[in-house]
């Protein structure tokens, strides 16, 4: 069979690095599995690759789709198969690194959901309202489904109450999902922190260090330029108001490590479900990680 490693994770947690560092030692090539980093000209916002990285280990599947457009799980899982059978047939091992759990997810189990009907009327009416009142509302229908959610990602938020209301929860379609055999065989590794105040320390200087590299420039030249699923991007909605004269940096830059570090619980709250997955603690590991991973790949690989 086919093998493929992933390594996910937490925002922060070292995805990148490690992989570069696996992708090195076992003739790895990178797919990326990050909603945000498919889109161009937003590479410090996303945490793209940069220009060094990508010359210790090829990447895939990022900084590729024009900012106007629609992106969805569905096309990820697609092109990412496509890059799968393509790093396999040169003789390279893909290793699949990102931190959106829906794409990596979907991609391990092979998932197929099936369609629900729209209803353009029940639509309408909730797209009327706040997104902060349809989000609490999702939590009390469907706890599982707002977990896993951004809260600021309207569309998503609206769909999973659609499904609630037409008599199919997230939770339950995901559940209830059309699933066949994966022709791959998955190593599948996340990262973690046993102490959460190290995780959201580090969080808490990327976003110093965002903003050196020149975040704020970055979101004022895409002011307008992005469509909802793009502009979800974490760093250029909490600068925006900065931008429109109705906050000062210093509170949109708190503002920024504050939604980073929710985020962070998010994933971590997504990725602890996984039980097949082998939870390599960066924090408690330290300089050994990097070795452990390697060590379990090449008997993966080997085996």
């Known amino acids: 069979m086919n093998k493929v490693i992933v390594i996910a994770g937490p925002t ?4 990148t690095g490690l992989g570069i ?8 090539e990178i797919i990326s599995a990050d909603s945000m980093q498919v889109y161009k000209n937003m590479p410090i916002a996303t945490a793209a690759p ?18 106007d457009k629609k992106f969805s799980v569905a096309q990820w899982c697609t092109l990412a198969k496509e890059k799968i059978d393509d790093i396999i047939s040169r003789g390279k091992v893909p290793i699949v690194v990102g931190g959106t759990g829906l ?4 991609l391990v189990d092979n998932i197929s959901f099936e369609d629900v009907e729209v209803d353009e009327d029940l639509r309408q009416s909730l797209m009327k309202r706040d997104v902060d009142s349809l989000y609490d509302e999702l939590l009390r229908v469907d706890k599982k489904a707002a977990e896993n959610i ?10 999973a109450l659609e499904l609630h209301y037409l008599g199919s ?9 059309q699933k066949e055999k994966s022709p791959y065989d998955f190593l599948y590794f996340v990262l973690q922190y046993e102490n959460r105040q190290t995780l959201y320390d580090r ?6 260090k965002m903003l050196e590299n020149g975040l704020l420039d970055e979101a004022r030249a895409m002011q307008g330029k992005c469509q909802k699923t793009c502009a979800q991007a974490i760093g250029h909605k909490e600068l925006a108001r900065y931008l429109n004269g109705e906050a000062s940096l210093e509170e949109c830059a708190q503002k920024l490590k504050q939604e980073s570090r929710r985020y962070a619980k998010r994933q971590i709250t997504w990725f602890k479900r996984r039980q097949c997955a ?13 070795k452990t991973v390697i060590d379990k790949c090449e008997d993966f690989l080997n085996g």
């Open 203 to 208: 969080i808490n200087l990327r976003v110093d």
């Open 50 to 67: 940069t220009d060094d990285e990508k010359s210790q280990a090829p990447h895939h599947l990022v900084e590729f789709l024009d900012n």
């Open 103 to 106: 794409f990596i997810d979907s």
């Open 12 to 15: 922060a947690s070292g995805k």
């Open 21 to 28: 560092e696996v992708a090195g030692a076992i003739g790895g």
């Open 169 to 177: 929860s997230k939770t339950e379609q995901n559940e209830n999902s």
């Open 150 to 159: 951004h809260k600021n990602n309207k569309k998503r938020v609206v769909r």
């Open 278 to 290: 082998v939870f390599i603690s960066m924090d408690k590991l330290k300089g050994s990680a990097v």
